[in-house]
């Protein structure tokens, strides 16, 4: 009798946990970069993602059939701890005395758009969320979770994916608008006239994401 792959995992087999993250390595990048809008810092992620995933595999349920809402939740909790690391690290920064002035190279710079800059925009709308509604919005629309599927993620009744969801939807349509306001009018034409990123079958998707 074939084991199944959920039962090897948590059996510790190399094989069955190579196998996933062939499966799954690329969603949790896709979800990673959209999220820091850091190309290398999403593969960081990943890693830290598989490496923790390893260590907690004892954990995983036996039961279900897709593992990707828990390696998302794990990839989630890594983003949480990453980011207040950064926080920290940013406010270690601060205390240090002013380096010196560098020239403003904004004019140069003017009409060379490129994916990372719209993945900034995107992701300034996006801090502006709270995070509890950052993350599901994130699961459900850039990864294309199915709302059980957040639910196990994050551990949360299904009923309060939805309502983050909604209130996510609405207060993004606002934040999205101001973020466009800031920005130049070419990299408005990129996401459109009061286009939510994400919101849509491809969210910011760059030619590099496609080609990785």
Known sequence: MEIPLRARVRAGDPVAFGQIFDENARVVYRHAVRWTGDWAAAEDIVSLTFLEAWRLRKKLRPEGESLRPWLLGIATNVLRNTARAAR???KALAQ?????????????LVGRLSDSELLVAAKAALERLRPAEREVFALCVWSGLEHAGVAEALGVPVGTVRSRLSRARGRLRELTEQELARVPENMQRHFGSGQIPGDRSCAVRSSQEKNR
């Open 96 to 108: 240090l005395p002013p380096r010196e002035a560098v020239p403003d190279f904004a004019e140069e």
């Open 88 to 90: 920290r690290h940013q």
